[in-house]
């Protein structure tokens, strides 16, 4: 009997897929909103080859929640969190286009490669990107997301300055280890800029992403940005209060 599935020889034809970019396996990001991404960076090639770009030559795409809902087999609950999550991140930018016309959403994808030698990683620069020239991104609701030339915001750092390449500084020392167990790294200037940011809350911050990325195996491409998005989601009142407490008493089950 002829079974549904076969095995892969030299002449098979391979099935249509996405692509699935290796920086996400460590980003603390959701695996909706993982499989989100890898979606809408194929419809981006797509607009590439169809001249979908604005008039600072920026590649975008246009494509409704209810349809990417439908593609994903996922509720328009869920897909609008995984869109929110890709914000957070640094990885997706928003652009609303006034009443009744569309969105439209602009990729964005970390600008330098990283390439690993022995035990220690150095940072290699990618080709310059047309938008590499730009002042800023795709702005919402008015107000540019941030300006390249200028202060970067928490959601350029989480993808433009990558761990490894903190840990080649020309002008300071190498990322010093923080929190409880010694797990979060971060250069001099990030700690005070994080100091002057959150005067009276930073080290509670720290513990709790300490233990948090202890009791879960998680790693960051930036420790700065992780904090800071673990600051807005303290401001909004959904921050993880450290580890969740699992005990019982006697007679109890979990």
Same mark, same amino acid.
């Given at each position: 009997?002829?079974? $549904? ?14 692509? @699935? ?26 607009? !590439? ?11 975008? $795409? ?5 349809? *990417?809902?439908e593609m994903l087999d996922k509720g328009s609950t869920a897909i609008k969190a995984a869109l929110n999550e890709l914000?957070?991140?640094? #990885?997706?930018?928003? %652009? ?12 964005? *994808? /970390? !600008?330098?490669?990283?390439? !690993? ?25 008015? +107000? ?7 202060? /970067?915001?928490?959601? !350029?750092?989480?993808? &433009? =300055?990558? +761990?490894?390449?903190? #840990? =080649? ?12 167990? =010694? &797990? ?11 100091? %002057?940011? @959150? /005067? ?21 491409? &930036?420790?700065?940005?992780? *904090?800071? *998005? ?5 401001? +909004?009142?959904?921050? +993880? ?8 008493? %006697?007679?109890?089950?979990?």
């Amino acid at each position: 009997m002829r079974t $549904i599935t076969e095995y892969i020889t030299a002449d098979t034809i391979m099935p249509l897929f996405f692509r @699935y970019p290796r920086f996400l396996l460590k980003m603390d990001l959701s695996q909706t909103a993982k499989l989100l991404y890898s979606l809408l960076l194929d419809r981006s090639e797509l607009s !590439q080859k169809n001249g979908w770009q604005d008039s600072e030559g920026r590649t975008y $795409i246009v494509y409704p929640v209810s349809e *990417i809902a439908e593609m994903l087999d996922k509720g328009s609950t869920a897909i609008k969190a995984a869109l929110n999550e890709l914000d957070a991140a640094g #990885l997706l930018v928003r %652009e609303r286009r006034g009443f009744s016309a569309p969105n439209r959403l602009y990729v964005k *994808i /970390p !600008q330098v490669p990283v390439v !690993q030698f022995s035990d220690h990683m150095t940072a290699i620069q990618s080709e310059k990107r047309p938008s590499d020239s730009r002042k800023s991104d795709p702005h919402k609701d008015g +107000k540019p997301t941030f300006a390249l030339d200028g202060k /970067p915001t928490p959601n !350029q750092l989480t993808i &433009n =300055k990558l +761990k490894e390449n903190q #840990l =080649k500084g020309a002008s300071e020392k190498p990322p010093a280890p923080f929190g409880r167990y =010694k &797990n979060i790294f971060l250069s001099e200037s990030e700690y005070a800029e994080l100091k %002057e940011e @959150y /005067p009276d809350r930073l080290e509670r911050f720290i513990e709790e992403l300490s233990q948090h990325i202890a009791a879960n195996g998680k790693s960051y491409i &930036n420790y700065a940005a992780a *904090i800071r *998005i673990w600051a807005g989601r303290d401001r +909004k009142g959904t921050g +993880k209060k450290g580890i969740p407490d699992y005990s019982y008493k %006697e007679g109890e089950s979990l």
